[in-house]
């Protein structure tokens, strides 16, 4: 198990990273847009508060024509470094900027605006060290309006991230995922910023507020989101959570590879051979089995269980994917003459098979017969023996009449009556809570299609 979960951390780690990496590009790209809403507001509202005894400067950070109250100390280098901000010359306006900077006595407006319209010039020049330390700057001058500041944060919140100073990171995140203009995307970069401070607790709290948020706002969540989950939960150990976190990944993407973690996982706790049979089949129906000894164990346990046609299939899949290693082929071309012999055999007696089992009052050869028409592929016969055999009872094993009704189905294309077949699994008593949970998510995966009920 331990070696299991080491293989699986250093996968699950390699999708974060890419995760991480995307998420924080997408990061990059939003902030002039966040700093464009700020300055518009700001433009809006500075003039109705400061002294009369201020003259004002134009706003250059939006290029709008709009003013804010400044000192007239500076008004000249403001006034010029916004008509240089315009035509896009950025380091004219900076040295503007500098130069007012350098002015006495600058009030506590100015400082804001000078620092303001510096960090706007370092967004544009893609400088965010110095973006960020401009906008603190700002900050520090106590002269945000409240509407300003939740934009404030935010952007201070995107590029200490960004500039990866998760511990300052998450604290202008805490303001900025107070407003109510939080996106989902915040709450999503607090995990992350947890996360890479090792810190799963906190990061699976809000990954769970983020996918609160996306559910509200009606988008999927994030992969990475449940990733993050993952990776806590194997280098905890935690195998539960971890099969909690595949589960989730599943009925969001599901992807073949976190089917076969999830069915690995699941396969390594299993000691009953008719319970790992059953594991094997949701392996094999979701397209997750990507070992050759998969195979090869898989159809061993079909021909001891009587079902030479399936087992035939499963190895017949092996040696078509390319999968089969060369020092396991001689040993599968001898298992499967076997099988193709037995199989073939089988398909012999279906019609007496099929009359005797017609005439049985009870379900267990209707039932056998259904798995021999199945592993024939033959799956509309396969439908009508496994429907007759449940209708009439009496059977041995009926979790896998249930199972084999709704492969049969799926096979048929009639997801809608496979999950109604899969569902009655939830009724049996004797049924592995392990593999009730596989195939109840098995059919959750299934579209929604209608079907006469059973």
């Not at 346990?301 to 009587?306: F, S, Y």
């Amino acid at each position: 198990m331990n070696n299991l979960l080491k293989a699986m951390g250093f996968w699950i780690w390699g999708l974060i990273a890419i995760g991480l990496s995307v998420s924080m590009v997408s990061v990059s790209f939003k902030l002039l847009s966040i700093y464009r809403e700020h300055g518009t507001s700001a433009a809006r509202s500075d003039n109705s508060v400061y002294s009369t005894t201020e003259t004002a400067a134009p706003t250059a950070a939006t290029g709008s024509t709009t003013s804010l109250a400044t000192s007239s100390v500076i008004a000249g280098e403001m006034t010029s470094a916004q008509n240089a901000m315009q035509a896009a010359r950025w380091d004219e306006a900076l040295t503007q900027l500098q130069a007012a900077k350098s002015k006495s006595p600058l009030t506590a407006v100015d400082k804001k605006t000078i620092y303001d319209w510096m960090g706007a010039v370092y967004l544009r020049q893609k400088n965010f060290q110095a973006a960020q330390s401009a906008y603190e700057a700002a900050l520090a001058s106590g002269q945000y309006h409240a509407e300003e500041l939740v934009k404030i944060f935010r952007l201070l919140f995107q590029l200490a991230a960004i500039n990866q100073q998760n511990s300052k990171a998450i604290e202008y995140g805490k303001s900025a995922t107070e407003a109510s203009t939080a996106t989902p995307n915040d709450f999503l970069l607090m995990a992350q910023l947890y996360y890479l401070q090792k810190d799963c607790k906190d990061s699976s709290i809000w990954a769970d507020k983020a996918v609160a948020a996306y559910r509200k706002a009606n988008e999927a969540p994030k992969e990475v989101l449940y990733q993050f989950k993952l990776q806590c939960a194997s280098d905890a150990g935690d195998t539960e959570a971890m099969r909690v976190a595949l589960a989730d990944l599943i009925r969001l993407t599901n992807k073949t590879s976190y089917w076969n973690n999830l069915l690995r996982l699941e396969r390594q706790d299993e000691r009953d051979d008719h319970n790992t049979l059953m594991i094997y089949r949701v392996m094999f129906d979701t397209h997750s089995m990507n070992a050759d000894t998969d195979y090869i164990e898989m159809a061993q346990l079909l021909g001891d269980a009587g079902l030479p046609g399936e087992a035939q299939t499963v190895l017949e899949s092996a040696i078509g994917s390319g999968i089969l290693k060369d020092e396991h082929k001689e040993r599968t071309t001898r298992l499967l003459s076997a099988l193709k012999t037995r199989a073939d055999a089988d398909k012999k007696g279906l019609p007496a098979l099929d009359a005797e089992a017609t005439k049985n009052p009870a379900g267990q050869l209707d039932m056998k017969l259904g798995e021999i028409y199945f592993g024939a592929g033959d799956y509309q016969n396969a439908v009508t023996a496994l429907s007759r055999g449940i209708a009439k009872g009496q059977l041995l094993q009926a979790d896998e009449a249930y199972v084999s009704l709704g492969r049969s189905l799926t096979a048929e294309r009639d997801p809608g009556g496979a999950k109604q077949a899969l569902a009655k699994l939830k009724s049996l008593p004797s049924i592995s809570p392990r593999v009730l949970k596989l195939w109840n998510l098995y059919a959750d995966m299934l579209p929604d299609t209608g079907s006469e009920p059973l």
